[in-house]
Nanobody
Framework: QVQLVESGGGLVQPGGSLSVSCAAS????????MGWFRQAPGKEREFVAA????????YYTDDVKGRFTISRDNAKNTVFLQMNSLKPEDTAVYYC???????????????????????WGQGTQVTVSS
C-alpha cells in the first residue's frame, strides 16, 4: 500500500502564489505516475496536473496551463504543485494521487482519468479570496 500526505494549503489572495506538496511512503515512488486533482463545493473531482515516472512528461488541464507547475523529487518521495496567479475559481480541496500500475503503452488521456489512480491523500484546502 501507498500512503500520501498533502501539505501547504491555505488562504491566498487573488493573484498570489502557493505551493502544495505530497509526501509518499514506500521505496517505489519512482515507479508511480503522480497526479493532482481538485474538488470544489458542489462539483466532481477534476484533473489538475500529472507527471510521469521520470518527471520528464507533464500534463495540465487547460484552466491551469501557464499558471501551475507540477514537479517531483524521486529521491525525497515527493511531488509538488506550484500555483501562481491564483484565481477564486481555483478554490478547492487539492488531492494528491498515485498510480502504481501505469501500463507500458497508453494514451495521454490516461493521466486525466481519476479512476486510474489507486492511491489518494486526504487533501489540502486551498482558498483564493480577498
Amino acid at each position: 500500500q501507498v500512503q500520501l500526505v498533502e501539505s501547504g494549503g491555505g488562504l491566498v489572495q487573488p493573484g498570489g502564489s502557493l505551493s502544495v506538496s505530497c509526501a509518499a511512503s514506500g521505496r517505489t515512488f519512482s515507479s508511480y505516475t503522480m497526479g493532482w486533482f481538485r474538488q470544489a463545493p458542489g462539483k466532481e473531482r477534476e484533473f489538475v496536473a500529472a507527471i510521469n515516472r521520470s518527471g520528464l512528461t507533464t500534463y495540465y488541464t487547460d484552466d491551469v496551463k501557464g499558471r501551475f507547475t507540477i514537479s517531483r523529487d524521486n529521491a525525497k518521495n515527493t511531488v509538488f504543485l506550484q500555483m501562481n496567479s491564483l484565481k477564486p475559481e481555483d478554490t478547492a480541496v487539492y488531492y494528491c494521487a498515485a498510480d502504481a500500475d501505469t501500463p507500458k503503452y497508453y494514451m495521454p488521456s490516461y493521466y486525466f482519468d481519476t479512476d486510474k489512480y489507486e492511491y489518494w491523500g486526504q487533501g489540502t484546502q486551498v482558498t483564493v479570496s480577498s
